[in-house]
């Protein structure tokens, strides 16, 4: 299952977006799309924790 993710739903003024199956590889580049583009360094568990408060539910992809 696909994952719509828009950096603009996070707090950016940014056209930048994912839309891939849902994986802890979409985490990690939604991550570095945030630490090379806006110079912010979040942990994958920051990112992790900022997609599920959006709703999106990533418990199939935990660890
Ligand atoms: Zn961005």
Redesign the pocket.
């Known amino acids: 299952m696909n994952l719509k993710l828009r950096?603009?739903d996070y707090g950016?003024e940014?056209?930048?977006a994912l839309d891939e199956e849902k994986s802890i590889e979409l985490i990690r580049k939604l991550r570095e799309?945030?630490e090379e583009?806006?110079g912010i360094e979040y942990t994958i568990e920051a990112v992790t924790q900022m997609i599920t408060n959006r709703g999106h539910s990533l418990e199939s992809i935990k660890k």
Request: hydrophobic share 30%; proline share 0%; with cysteine.
């Open positions: 950096c603009e950016f940014c056209e930048f799309h945030f583009e806006h």
